[in-house]
């Protein structure tokens, strides 16, 4: 009887199957808008408006565009989704833009590192390149005022309009507001950028209109400093620069498609498909 001989390649496809990790990083397509590129570019429906209370049952969230950042995709990788990962979406009004985050975290960490260290321990960062300019440094002129905003779960449960922010370029003297709440597996923010920020920038959304703009996770599991780091821009990934790099920012591209009839209406989405997602 003739046995059967496994090749080389064979084998090693089989290794590989069992070995190899399974990214989760996705695009899920909003209603009406496509939601972009992964790590590229972010599709951002106006106008639109959102209530900032860290209820993600906004019919907008339900209908924007969802980008889901994976455990390993940034130069400090979680070991599982459970530990690490996050989704973002974002809409905007002729005042705002809103972002918002679910986060899966195991083991929220806050209150050890505050203001411009408070990348230390668990939080999320947006990116703003108001002008597009890629530049290589941050620029800081009216109108080209680069910032990043640092949101840290030391905010769950506290002022809306009054919550403590980190980030270099000013970012907590942007005027952004952000409701940050518990939730199952992690945590969830809702923030408010001002389109208009006195001395730094007056962005007028417009249809086609181009953006810097990016998001990180910043992990914390045991206290001390930070775990893991995780990066939606494809070009920051393994560089972790936009902190003073516009260059490596991706880009947000306002959309006009209105998605909700009523800016405050409310609707009872299947929100746990989309932590199922993460």
């Known amino acids: ?159 809306v309009k009054a919550p403590l922010l980190g980030g270099t370029g000013e970012g907590p003297n942007t005027g952004t507001f952000a409701a940050v709440v518990k939730a199952a597996g992690g945590w969830i923010v809702e923030a408010g950028v001002p389109l208009d920020s006195p001395k730094k920038w007056d962005m007028v959304p417009k249809d086609g209109m181009v953006i810097g703009f990016n998001t990180h996770f910043n992990d914390d599991d045991d206290g001390g400093s930070r775990d893991h780091k995780l990066i939606w821009s494809a070009k920051d990934v393994d560089l972790d620069q936009s902190w003073q790099n516009t260059a490596v920012f991706a880009d947000l591209k306002f959309v006009r498609i209105e998605l909700s009839v009523a800016s405050k209406g409310k609707l009872a989405i299947q929100w746990g498909h989309l932590k199922k997602k993460l």
Not at 98 to 104: E, G, I, P, S
Request: proline fraction near 4%; charge should be negative; aromatic fraction near 12%.
């Open 1 to 159: 009887m003739k046995r059967p001989i496994l090749t080389i390649a064979f084998v090693s496809a089989v290794i590989s199957l069992f070995t190899c990790q399974v990214f989760a990083n996705k695009v899920e397509p909003g209603k009406r808008v496509k939601g972009g590129k992964f790590g590229v570019v972010y599709e951002c429906a106006f106008p639109n408006t959102v209530e900032l209370d860290g209820n993600l049952e906004d019919q907008v969230w339900a209908l924007a565009p969802w980008h889901f950042v994976d455990n390993v995709t940034g130069p400090k990788a979680a070991p599982n989704e459970a530990d690490a990962s996050y989704a973002f979406a974002a809409v905007a009004d002729e005042k705002w833009l809103y972002v918002a985050f679910k986060v899966k975290d195991d083991k929220i960490q806050k209150g050890e590192h505050v203001g411009n260290n408070v990348w230390e321990d668990d939080s999320v960062e947006i990116y703003i390149d108001p002008n597009h300019g890629e530049t290589d440094t941050y620029e800081r002129k009216e109108g080209k005022w680069d910032s990043q905003i640092t949101i840290g779960a030391d905010n769950i449960g506290g002022k």
